[in-house]
């Protein structure tokens, strides 16, 4: 069990984990387009209730206040966003770094999808629905583009070789 204060993260061995979790932007591993991509399908069907996946209230930890002593259970509400969390790493349970860089990669693509420099690489459903599709390139840079030191993908750098893979697509050999 890990116990989290205010002073820091403390693992089960007593170890305190605060000084790895800051800054560690190029620590997050790049992960492949398929796994991207499989990770975000996960994503959306476990937000859309659509799926044998576990509901986030079961959930809990425990914060400890160093000053008082006085330990708080906090569980995670059912939120379409903590649904698509757990399930993706329930999906990565045996590689948990992998679920975690997953998890990263998704939310920074989402954090981007709205950028007009976005637009040109989404295309509309055409069955009304709300979804929208984007270019594989765009899958390929989110899972490739390393994160900066603020944890997150660089967005001049990000649209840059978006642009760059679209105009140059790679070439097969056959």
């Given at each position: 069990m890990a116990?989290?204060?205010k002073t820091g993260v403390r693992a089960g061995d007593g170890i305190s984990r605060r000084g790895l979790i800051l800054?560690?932007?190029h620590m997050i591993p790049r992960v492949s387009a398929e796994e991207l991509?499989?990770?975000m399908g996960v994503a959306c069907a476990a937000a859309a209730l659509r799926g044998p996946y576990p509901t986030p209230s079961k959930n809990e930890f425990t914060i400890l206040d160093d000053g008082t002593g006085q330990l708080t259970?906090?569980?995670f509400g059912d939120s379409a966003a903590?649904?698509?969390g757990f399930a993706v790493m329930e999906q990565f349970k045996e590689q948990p770094g992998k679920g975690d860089a997953l998890l990263m990669r998704w939310v920074e693509l989402t954090r981007l999808i709205d950028d007009q420099r976005m637009q040109p690489y989404l295309r509309n459903a055409s069955d009304g629905?709300?979804?929208v599709y984007v270019r594989p390139e765009v899958i390929e840079i989110a899972a490739e583009l390393p994160f900066d030191r603020d944890m997150g993908f660089n967005a001049q750098e990000f649209f840059g070789q978006l642009k760059v893979r679209v105009a140059n697509p790679p070439t097969t050999q056959g």
């Open positions: 116990t989290i204060s800054n560690l932007g991509n499989f990770a259970t906090y569980r903590a649904r698509a629905s709300d979804a």
